[in-house]
């Protein structure tokens, strides 16, 4: 498969969520990989066992380097244990407030969503106790989502990008073995972030702490301290404005 018949959409045909995300969920239930947008960058994205093996070796991650699933709300509030005013939080951040969130909190290794996971992958997507879920992340990765929890699925990932290789906002720029390793591309052009040069946030919400100031974590950190009265750490390169 040459890289053209791997991308989507074709020259000439614009962006469709809907036909998109089926392409990529047929991909990934064959046992694909994908190469996806999201407001952060491009992910690299699996649901098999074998596949989400071969995402890890081709982003070149050394052996204990833990990859993330990637979710929505709803996917959070099953898998996650946490009272039930930090999921009120992370329902207004990203339902009301459409913010993607990294959601870091100890979780129910007994639910059906993971009884499919191998225990290979289930230790890549775990560490000390807690799961990583990438919560939101653009129209198309919620979809492809969606369409993975209605079939009791969990979808694994990380940025396109060998280890170490920095956020890719745009396809050309992804390196040729990321590329190679994907059976389908999607090319939605440049991504909403990119200005920040970052990966998303990442947020304990279990030991209420910051983990990764990612993308938008000024506006994070603002909605945090006036709507919960949290106070975090300020970000050294895009300070919020306080009020009196």
């Given at each position: 498969?040459?890289?053209?018949?791997?991308?989507?959409?074709?020259?000439?045909?614009?962006?469709?969520?809907?036909?998109?995300?089926?392409?990529?969920?047929?991909?990934?239930?064959?046992?694909?990989?994908?190469?996806?947008?999201?407001?952060?960058?491009?992910?690299?994205?699996?649901?098999?066992?074998?596949?989400?093996?071969?995402?890890?070796?081709?982003?070149?991650?050394?052996?204990?380097?833990?990859?993330?699933?990637?979710?929505?709300y709803d996917v959070h509030k099953a898998l996650h244990i946490l009272p039930e005013e930090r999921f009120n939080i992370t329902k207004v951040l990203t339902h009301d407030l459409d913010m993607s969130l990294g959601v870091v909190?100890?979780?129910?290794?007994?639910?059906?969503?993971?009884?499919?996971?191998?225990?290979?992958?289930?230790?890549?997507?775990?560490?000390?106790?807690?799961?990583?879920?990438?919560?939101?992340?653009?129209?198309?990765?919620?979809?492809?989502?969606?369409?993975?929890?209605?079939?009791?699925?969990?979808?694994?990932?990380?940025?396109?990008?060998?280890?170490?290789?920095?956020?890719?906002?745009?396809?050309?720029?992804?390196?040729?073995?990321?590329?190679?390793?994907?059976?389908?591309?999607?090319?939605?052009?440049?991504?909403?972030?990119?200005?920040?040069?970052?990966?998303?946030?990442?947020?304990?919400?279990?030991?209420?702490k910051v983990l990764r100031k990612g993308a938008c974590y000024e506006l994070f950190g603002e909605r945090m301290r006036r709507f919960w009265g949290v106070e975090l750490e300020e970000d050294p390169v895009y300070p919020s404005?306080?009020?009196?």
């Amino acid at each position: 498969m040459t890289r053209q018949t791997k991308l989507i959409p074709t020259p000439g045909t614009l962006p469709n969520i809907h036909n998109d995300a089926q392409r990529v969920f047929q991909t990934l239930q064959e046992g694909g990989i994908a190469i996806v947008p999201t407001e952060v960058g491009y992910g690299l994205i699996a649901s098999s066992s074998e596949a989400i093996t071969r995402a890890f070796h081709a982003k070149k991650r050394r052996p204990g380097h833990t990859q993330g699933i990637i979710g929505n709300y709803d996917v959070h509030k099953a898998l996650h244990i946490l009272p039930e005013e930090r999921f009120n939080i992370t329902k207004v951040l990203t339902h009301d407030l459409d913010m993607s969130l990294g959601v870091v909190a100890p979780y129910r290794s007994d639910h059906p969503l993971l009884q499919g996971m191998s225990a290979e992958t289930l230790e890549k997507t775990t560490k000390d106790g807690n799961m990583a879920i990438h919560v939101g992340g653009g129209s198309l990765l919620l979809e492809v989502v969606r369409l993975h929890y209605e079939v009791g699925k969990v979808l694994v990932g990380s940025s396109a990008n060998v280890t170490g290789g920095g956020q890719k906002f745009r396809v050309e720029d992804i390196e040729e073995g990321i590329l190679e390793a994907a059976d389908i591309v999607v090319d939605y052009g440049l991504q909403r972030y990119h200005t920040y040069g970052r990966a998303s946030i990442l947020f304990d919400f279990g030991e209420m702490k910051v983990l990764r100031k990612g993308a938008c974590y000024e506006l994070f950190g603002e909605r945090m301290r006036r709507f919960w009265g949290v106070e975090l750490e300020e970000d050294p390169v895009y300070p919020s404005e306080k009020g009196e």
